[in-house]
Nanobody, 128 residues
């Protein structure tokens, strides 16, 4: 079984910064894709940032939603299966529950297969 745990949410004033962390643990080979999503009340869950593993950290590729480009950064932490979301210049409209989704390779009798797991979410509130 695989567990995905987020941390780092909280309350911050507009213009401030927060850093979210997401770690995967359990029985798997490696994380292949790590993503951050957010969902505000009454809205659909949306993709914020994604990191595609290139094997080595220097080969990772990332993509960010237009609404957060220039303010948010996604990167792998020193621990291989941990991903960080650095959020700067936060705005009230960034207020949401932030969820981490990890895609990991799992050994099966037929060979490696990819499975996706969600974290429980962490609240980010930006006051004006």
């Amino acid at each position: 079984q695989v567990q995905v745990v987020e941390s780092g949410g909280g309350l911050v004033q507009a213009g401030g910064s927060l850093r979210l962390s997401c770690a995967a643990s359990g029985s798997f080979m490696t994380a292949t894709r790590m993503g951050w999503y957010r969902q505000a009340p009454g809205k659909q869950r949306e993709l914020v940032a994604v990191l595609n593993s290139g094997g080595y950290t220097s080969d990772d590729t990332t993509d960010l939603a237009d609404s957060v480009k220039g303010r948010f950064t996604i990167a792998r932490a020193n621990a291989k299966d941990t991903v960080l979301l650095q959020m700067n210049s936060l705005k009230p409209e960034d207020t949401s529950v932030y969820y981490c989704k990890m895609a990991v390779l799992v050994r099966t009798p037929k060979g490696p297969d990819e499975y996706e797991y969600w974290g429980q979410g962490t609240q980010v509130t930006v006051s004006s």
